[in-house]
């Protein structure tokens, strides 16, 4: 995967970039170097240096289990599943917890079967929408959204409320959550608005490590993704809570020293906490896509930030750059 987000930063270089005259890294926080990267770069680059074409492609792949059997998993060796939307065990939305269990055991012994002797087989990393609790699987704990949360202004029970949902979703096999959202909203007729934890930007940085921590683990410590912990992934980036009218996947037309300080407050101290999967955002800065701004993804993310995981699009949003498709 971390192949994926080097080739992701090399194509959005090729589309696009951050508009005239806002090029300002020094406006935007740093953060503490990852001791433990040094170490797992030199593992991922030995084994991207033994991949096929074909496999390095796969692993930029996140399939759906709508569109994917295991079986066919063992022949193409993506890299990554999701059950998106109402997509369950059986197409039944009602599955219990075993049939979950099973499925996701299913994907991950095709992944590690037949690697082809050049490499160690690569298990999948399975991802779903457990935004405020496991809310896909009977009988999981549902929590408040965000909105809920910052109103309780509580980052010790966002922290707690993240272990627990980390603990149901690691025990149906799956090891990466789509959350949480780091918007900060700034106008009510966003439809998503219930996602962001706060229109203050100070409550967003505060909640946002709590929540790393909660699911993942302290990083640096033995409870770090140790089991019954789960990946994270921190998201939008960036400024999906500060499009122009509330208009979702639309245009956030701010400075940059407003995006840095406002709608990225979330980001630093999120990546301090260890986050290691950034989501990008269907909408745009300035007119230019989230998914297609190498100054914002690579320049700032990667570098001045120093975050070292990778980059996942949103669902299909690669479509909407130009000469794209799904």
Same mark, same amino acid.
């Given at each position: 995967?971390?192949?994926?987000?080097l080739?992701?930063?090399?194509?959005?270089?090729a589309?696009? &970039? #951050?508009?005239?005259?806002?090029?300002?890294?020094?406006?935007?926080p740093?953060?503490?170097?990852?001791?433990?990267? #040094?170490? !797992?770069?030199?593992? =991922?680059?030995?084994l991207?240096?033994?991949?096929?074409?074909?496999? @390095?492609?796969?692993?930029?792949?996140?399939?759906?289990?709508?569109?994917?059997?295991?079986?066919?998993?063992?022949?193409? @060796?993506?890299?990554?599943?999701?059950?998106?939307?109402?997509?369950?065990? /059986? #197409?039944?939305?009602?599955s219990?917890?075993?049939?979950?269990?099973d499925?996701?055991?299913?994907?991950?012994?095709?992944?590690?079967?037949?690697?082809?002797?050049? +490499?160690?087989p690569?298990?999948?990393?399975? &991802?779903?929408?457990?935004?405020?609790? +496991?809310?896909?699987?009977?009988? #999981?704990?549902?929590?408040?959204?965000?909105?809920?949360?910052?109103?309780?202004?509580?980052?010790?029970?966002?922290?707690?409320?993240?272990?627990?949902?980390?603990?149901?979703?690691?025990?149906?096999?799956?090891?990466?959550?789509?959350?949480?959202?780091l918007a900060?909203?700034?106008?009510?007729?966003? &439809?998503?608005?219930y996602?962001?934890?706060?229109?203050?930007?100070?409550?967003? !940085?505060?909640? !946002?490590? =709590?929540?790393?921590?909660?699911l993942? &683990?302290?990083?640096?410590?033995?409870?770090?993704?140790?089991?019954?912990r789960?990946?994270?992934?921190?998201?939008?980036?960036?400024?999906?809570g500060?499009?122009?009218? /509330?208009?979702?996947?639309?245009?956030?037309?701010?400075?940059?020293?407003?995006?840095?300080?406002?709608?990225?407050?979330?980001? =630093?101290?999120?990546?301090? !906490? /260890?986050?290691?999967?950034?989501?990008?955002?269907?909408?745009?800065?300035?007119?230019?896509?989230?998914?297609?701004?190498?100054?914002?993804?690579?320049?700032?993310? @990667?570098?001045?930030?120093?975050f070292?995981?990778?980059?996942?699009?949103?669902?299909?949003?690669?479509?909407?750059?130009?000469?794209?498709? @799904?």
């Amino acid at each position: 995967m971390l192949s994926a987000a080097l080739i992701m930063a090399q194509f959005a270089t090729a589309v696009g &970039g #951050a508009p005239a005259g806002s090029v300002h890294p020094n406006l935007w926080p740093s953060t503490s170097p990852d001791p433990a990267a #040094a170490a !797992a770069d030199r593992v =991922a680059l030995d084994l991207i240096g033994r991949m096929t074409l074909e496999e @390095k492609i796969g692993q930029m792949i996140q399939a759906d289990i709508a569109s994917i059997t295991p079986a066919e998993l063992r022949r193409y @060796k993506l890299g990554s599943i999701l059950a998106g939307g109402n997509a369950a065990p /059986g #197409a039944n939305p009602r599955s219990e917890p075993q049939a979950w269990l099973d499925l996701v055991d299913a994907y991950y012994q095709a992944s590690v079967a037949d690697p082809g002797g050049t +490499h160690p087989p690569i298990p999948i990393l399975f &991802g779903i929408d457990a935004v405020h609790g +496991h809310a896909k699987v009977r009988g #999981a704990t549902i929590f408040p959204h965000n909105i809920g949360l910052g109103a309780a202004h509580d980052p010790k029970l966002i922290e707690r409320i993240g272990e627990a949902t980390a603990a149901e979703v690691a025990a149906t096999g799956i090891d990466w959550t789509f959350a949480p959202t780091l918007a900060v909203v700034r106008d009510v007729r966003w &439809g998503r608005s219930y996602e962001s934890y706060s229109e203050s930007p100070d409550l967003v !940085a505060r909640y !946002a490590p =709590a929540m790393v921590r909660g699911l993942q &683990g302290e990083r640096g410590s033995p409870q770090f993704m140790a089991p019954g912990r789960t990946l994270s992934s921190i998201k939008h980036f960036l400024g999906d809570g500060g499009t122009l009218a /509330g208009r979702d996947q639309g245009d956030t037309d701010v400075t940059e020293s407003v995006l840095a300080r406002v709608h990225a407050a979330g980001y =630093a101290p999120a990546i301090d !906490a /260890g986050a290691m999967i950034v989501m990008a955002s269907y909408s745009s800065w300035n007119g230019t896509k989230l998914h297609a701004d190498h100054y914002l993804l690579t320049d700032v993310l @990667k570098g001045r930030m120093r975050f070292g995981g990778f980059v996942v699009g949103d669902w299909d949003a690669h479509e909407q750059i130009a000469g794209c498709t @799904k």
